[in-house]
């Protein structure tokens, strides 16, 4: 539908049909407010969609977000939303050589089992009591924190009271969480499997000064109130296109092919200025809500603009005819690759790739992630896949910032990709290579991302999958009452930019809308 049909005036115009910009669309137009978005592509969703990406092959993958933890089930339920996720049963396991044999660490399966992987790899109960105690108290953390990411922002003593843990606080608020980690767990492999979750998306060091790494942690360990992180049945797509469904369905018009270019506002009403592959047009609004990047919002406005972002992953889609064979001949691979595979992520081989990315070099062993979506979720394959035992792999890398591929993005990444496999063939019995499929024209299945890909695909600024630094979850000078508030009074941030954004959560999304409510008397 073109933008002009209906209202000329809507009450709230969207820039942007991602997942955040669809929550605000469906909560607004439940609220009886005429709401217009607009899409730059020809489809909604941003990075939460699913698509097939290999030619002639029925396997629909999240392209680039893939897994669910800090989406409240409170916004599936408030918007009626057909979506459903999984659990995975296995939460990770990470290959390694010692003392020339080849084993590694298999966290989940029930608590007996992980006890005596633990013991099998370290030779006590001294780090697995350790991990109990610390994701005991990231636990009790995440319990009362999640809640508040839909509410007003809290003040930091607040929250600080509300967590109600001086030695949490501490250790996630105030010290590096390098600190922590060293100071409770003595095994090299267990520290970086903690580490992890500080480094996806961010490029720092455990000991970093600006606690960046910290940041990346709590959002890591608080979603849902436990720290899962689950499969979403269908994929992505399936999130973004019930989002969609509900904001049509409660009214809203979406406008794909629709670019928002400009924004004139004098802090009571608005003009936006689209252009369509026929040419400009105009559309007033009382409020609008940006769901792309601060940088994409200054640009709008013609504000000064934050400073640049930067990414630091590489996002690897695959299809295989089979799961690979591990050396680690004591765990199956529909156990290892159902929950998350670490690869290159001791402690030291992290802060080795941190300090050669940091010095302008590729890392030598990259640090990646991997996981097997259709083991959770076989839906997302055809049923002659499916039958013929075709498995996805999605791979993460880290430590990979935009800077690294400015010089040449298709050479660069070619060779990080082909250094990354070989970091996972290492723990193989088999080369990786010889299970991908092949698609319609012979071509193996197998796509990589770098930051500058998705700077370039989604306009993610440097690639940041964040859109910037993540935020405390706590009030600032700048702030405002709910995290999402710009200079111009009827100007929000609905994205991933705003106060608790990041991840895919709609928390963003949530709370624009009801800002915006609020102060139309809602």
Not at 190 to 217: E, K, M, Y
Not at 225 to 236: R, S
Not at 340 to 357: C, K, N, V
Not at 492 to 499: D, K, P, Q, S, T
Request: hydrophobic share 40%; charged share 25%.
């Amino acid at each position: 539908m073109a933008a002009h049909e209906g209202h000329r005036t809507y009450d709230a115009v969207i820039v942007g049909g991602g997942h955040n910009g669809l929550v605000a669309a469906a909560y607004l137009a439940r609220a009886g407010r005429s709401v217009l978005v607009l899409e730059r592509l020809d489809h909604t969703g941003g990075a939460a969609v699913s698509t097939r990406p290999f030619a002639g092959v029925d396997a629909r993958l999240s392209r680039y977000s893939y897994l669910v933890s800090l989406l409240p089930k409170k916004i599936v339920r408030d918007l009626g939303l057909d979506f459903r996720i999984r659990a995975r049963t296995i939460s990770s396991y990470t290959p390694v050589e010692r003392d020339g044999r080849s084993t590694g660490l298999l966290v989940g399966g029930g608590e007996r089992r992980t006890r005596e992987a633990f013991a099998r790899l370290t030779g006590s109960d001294r780090e697995y009591e350790a991990w109990q105690r610390f994701y005991g108290m990231t636990g009790r953390v995440a319990e009362r924190v999640f809640p508040t990411l839909t509410e007003p922002l809290p003040a930091r003593d607040e929250l600080r009271r509300r967590i109600d843990d001086e030695e949490a606080w501490r250790t996630l608020f105030e010290e590096p969480i390098g600190t922590a980690i060293e100071d409770r767990f003595a095994d090299d492999l267990v520290r970086g499997v903690v580490l992890t979750d500080a480094l996806i998306g961010t490029f720092a060091d455990a000991h970093d000064p600006s606690l960046a790494q910290n940041r990346c942690f709590l959002y890591h360990v608080i979603g849902g109130g436990t720290g899962a992180w689950d499969v979403p049945v269908g994929g992505m797509g399936a999130l973004t296109d019930a989002l969609a469904t509900a904001a049509r369905d409660a009214g809203a018009v979406i406008a794909t092919g629709h670019e928002a270019v400009r924004i004139d506002t004098d802090g009571r009403s608005a003009e936006i200025t689209y252009r369509t592959a026929d040419g400009e047009g105009l559309v007033a609004a009382r409020h609008v809500l940006v769901g792309a990047s601060p940088q994409a919002l200054a640009e709008l406005t013609g504000d000064t603009p934050p400073a640049p972002a930067e990414g630091a992953q590489l996002k690897v889609n695959m299809l295989l005819k089979r799961l690979p064979r591990l050396r680690d001949s004591s765990v199956d691979p529909r156990e290892a690759f159902s929950g998350t595979f670490h690869i290159a992520e001791g402690y030291q081989q992290l802060a080795a790739a941190h300090a050669q990315a940091a010095s302008g070099r590729l890392p030598a062993a990259p640090p990646s992630e991997i996981y097997c979506h259709s083991l959770t979720d076989p839906t997302i394959l055809g049923p002659d896949l499916v039958d013929r035992g075709y498995q996805t792999l999605t791979l993460f890398g880290l430590h990979t910032p935009a800077r690294l591929f400015e010089r040449d993005n298709d050479s660069v990444r070619e060779e990080l990709l082909k250094t990354t496999l070989a970091g996972l063939d290492a723990h193989l019995a088999e080369p990786l290579a010889d299970c991908l499929a092949t698609d319609a024209d012979g071509r193996p299945c197998i796509e990589a991302k770098t930051p500058l890909d998705l700077e370039h695909d989604l306009r993610l600024p440097g690639g940041n999958i964040f859109h910037r630094e993540l935020a405390w979850p706590y009030a600032q000078d700048d702030t405002g009452r709910w995290g999402v508030e710009t200079r111009h009074a009827n100007v929000l941030l609905c994205g991933a930019g705003a106060v608790r954004g990041g991840g895919v959560s709609g928390v963003p999304g949530h709370n624009a809308a009801m800002a915006m409510l609020e102060a139309t008397g809602e």
